[in-house]
């Protein structure tokens, strides 16, 4: 029988030029995230406290941390561990932007010990193709492919 993958796997780390990233969820400033998805992104907007706790239960988060240990960034993987994973809620914030760090965290979380097996990782952007495409992101080949439920008002 194929072992299971626990939802809390040790943390993994990643260090550079005094930036940290992890995945420690107990180093996650749940209020830093909220603030910003909720106020300042365009894909959040408005999402509860409570509904960003469930997603970060449900995924695999990637604190950015800067180099005094404060919160500098985050985002969440979705993923079965396997096959597929979609990168989501990635943001930077303004003071830490312009040091590639966005680009940094999408492509160091692919080498994450338990993603190593993940073929088809996903991410959806409106406004920061090149930023992904620093880290090997591409276009989807065949976006007809691709169905989603439209949400209330799409």
Known sequence: MTPIVPVDLPA?????????????????????AHRFLSGESYWAQNRSR?????????????????PDGTMAGFARVVTDYSVFAYLLDVFVLPAHRGHGLASWLAAAIRTHPDLLSVRTWMLA??????????????????????????????
């Not at 406004?127 to 799409?154: I, S, T």
């Open 12 to 32: 993994a780390e990643w260090h550079r030029d005094g930036y940290c990233l992890s995945t420690d969820r107990a180093r996650i400033d749940v209020d830093t």
């Open 125 to 154: 952007t409106r406004d920061a193709h090149a930023v992904y495409e620093k880290a090997g992101y591409r276009a989807a080949p065949h976006p007809d492919y691709f169905m989603r439920v439209p949400e209330a008002g799409d």
């Open 50 to 66: 409570a509904a960003l706790e469930r997603a970060i239960a449900g995924s695999l988060p990637v604190g950015l941390y800067a």
